[in-house]
């Protein structure tokens, strides 16, 4: 019973806290409201982050709870706790959005997404892992299209449940054709499954890559990701780019890590191409959005799409240094993003327009949100020493320790170009000036919970930078689980 429940602890917590804020809602005014349901979903994620690292912490072995359906181990402990900040972060941002800010719904739906992403970490069961995937998807499908008033949000909303559906309907063939062969649903004892690479492997492991891929936004199965992230709520496409991503790799790497060892140089193969075009398709399409007039939310759009290509290398090394990497990477790109769309929606507030032009003068309007901008988008860029440079260095790695040298090559050279467009975009933050240089006059002020959550996502991205050791190692003690 006692390995249940720190197994769930978490899990039980995000429940209770979601029935709190069904519960108060009704007390509240409108204008109560707009603060009192920030606060209470980002001040109660942050208690439940504290006593999750506390009280919920794995032990040296890893342990099944809920009748094996749910593994208690350093992989799933350390996404959980990520999973649940950005969460906290993501509330924050949403206290100054209209429609969202109000709505009780807004914040429910974000802790059931979350909720979700924690069982999807944990699974060790095919039904338990289907189960969390679509608990994850659905809150986050009606997220996306939550501005009904928006035309692009409802858009946004409608095409992510049908291409989500659609891909979902897939996995769920790959997953049924497992325990068709194998008469189990256990993740643990499916591995001796495939011992070589044939006809069945290849079916089956090419209907579970596709289901996945969707979810972390793999070329060719990136086309839904521009249109959802500029359609939908700011704060939401950041979620939907960090969280929701990394837990679509804390499956890939369980799955393929444990269901296909054995034929992992052909998977890896197969995976390495993958990544090969979602890098150079994600950064060229991200330069098409570097003009005046370009989208900065459809560039990071694209710009997410490049970086699920670099982490995937970690995976195609298949190793504890390539699962160590892929985690860690996961760490500083969580806090990355979040920190360069919370920017977006900081500045969209106060300007009204996401367009690249809007930034000139930035520097001289807001110089502190300048320079979180100028940290956020080195980091995204890999530039040291922030946590994107470290990242990037040990998913290259891993990538040439196992002799995937062309792969890392392709990773360095993407990097280069994904360089240019950041360094555009801080172009017009720091050297354009506003049309008859009056930035002093139209100031770009940050309210309280952007000015909290963008401070502590530059600190953590400069603290995983210059301080990764720490990281690092929980990122190792996690891929040691899978080995």
């Keep these: ?45 942050a208690s439940i982050l504290v006593l999750g690292i506390f009280l919920s912490r794995p032990g040296a072995a890893p342990e099944l709870a809920l009748g094996g359906m749910v593994r208690h ?122 011992t070589s690479f044939n006809l069945l492997a290849l079916g089956v492991l090419l209907l579970v890559i596709v289901g996945l891929a969707f979810k972390v936004s793999l070329a060719p199965f990136h086309f839904w990701a521009p249109d959802v992230y500029q359609g939908a709520p700011t704060p939401v496409a950041g979620f939907l780019s960090t969280a929701s991503k990394a837990a679509g790799f804390a499956v890939v790497l369980r799955l393929m890590m444990v269901v296909f060892p054995s034929i992992a140089d052909d998977w890896g193969m197969i995976l390495a191409v993958l990544a090969t075009i979602t890098m150079t398709i994600g950064n060229l399409l991200a330069l098409g959005q570097v003009r005046p007039e370009g989208d900065i939310k459809r560039l990071l759009a694209y710009s997410s799409i490049a970086h699920a290509g670099y982490a995937m290398i970690g995976v195609v090394a298949f190793s504890e240094l390539g699962a160590a990497s892929v985690a860690f990477y996961l760490i500083a790109y969580i806090l990355t993003n979040l920190a360069a769309f919370g920017i977006v929606a900081a500045f969209n507030r106060v300007s009204g327009s996401d367009e690249i032009k809007a930034y000139t003068g930035l520097s001289r309007r807001n110089a502190t949100l300048a320079l979180a901008m100028l940290v956020a988008f080195l980091s995204l860029s890999g530039m040291p020493p922030f946590g994107g440079f470290v990242g990037k260095f040990f998913v290259f790695a891993a990538a040439i320790q196992q002799g995937w040298i062309w792969l890392a090559f392709v990773g360095v050279i993407n990097s280069i170009i994904g360089l240019y467009y950041y360094l555009t975009i801080l172009k017009y933050v720091y050297l354009y000036r506003m049309e008859g240089q009056d930035e002093e006059a139209h100031p770009a002020p940050v309210t309280r919970p952007y000015a909290i959550a963008i401070t502590v996502l530059t600190a953590g991205i400069l603290l995983v930078g210059f301080a990764f050791a720490p990281w690092f190692g929980l990122a190792s003690n996690a891929a040691l689980n899978l080995f």
């Design 1 to 45: 019973m006692t390995a249940n429940l720190s197994a769930i602890l978490p899990e039980i917590l995000l429940l209770l806290l979601g029935v709190t804020l069904l519960a108060l809602d009704p007390f509240w005014k409108d204008e109560q409201r707009r603060n009192r349901l920030g606060w209470l979903t980002a001040g109660g994620l």
């Design 73 to 194: 181990d350093w992989l799933a402990f350390a996404f959980k706790m990520f999973f649940i900040f950005g969460a906290a972060m993501t509330a924050l941002f949403m206290m100054d959005v209209e429609h969202l800010n109000k709505r009780a719904e807004s914040y429910l739906l974000l802790l059931a997404a979350t909720l979700g992403m924690s069982l999807m970490a944990s699974s060790a069961d095919l039904v338990m892992l289907y189960l969390s995937i679509e608990m994850t998807s659905i809150p986050l499908y009606v997220l996306a299209g939550f501005m009904k008033d928006d035309d692009r949000s409802t858009e946004a909303g409608f095409k992510y449940l049908l291409f989500g559906a659609l891909t979902s309907t897939v996995l769920l063939y790959g997953f049924s054709l497992l325990y068709g062969f194998s008469g189990h649903t256990s993740l643990y004892e499916l591995g001796g499954l495939f």
